[in-house]
């Protein structure tokens, strides 16, 4: 988890920890453009509840397309 340039008070740890209480749910936290795509279909392939926190700033790219993230 990273704060981004909006500080602490828009980060939400309360809401990662939050969820992360919760029977089934998952939360899944993206690194880069490329594996917000893959945890987007991850997401939606998940039976329960999912929190998928994003970012407004630009991310490095650090994965490429081929990449296989665990499911």
Do not use: N
Not at 41 to 70: K, S, W
Request: aromatic share 4%.
């Amino acid at each position: 988890m990273s704060i981004g340039r909006d500080g602490p008070s828009q980060t939400g740890p309360e809401d990662l920890a939050m969820f992360r209480s919760l029977r089934d749910d998952v939360v899944l936290y993206l690194s880069d453009a490329v594996s917000c795509e893959r945890l987007v279909e991850c997401a939606a392939a998940h039976r329960g509840m999912v929190h998928l926190p994003t970012t407004r700033g630009g991310t490095p790219v650090i994965y490429t397309a081929d990449d296989a993230i665990p499911t």
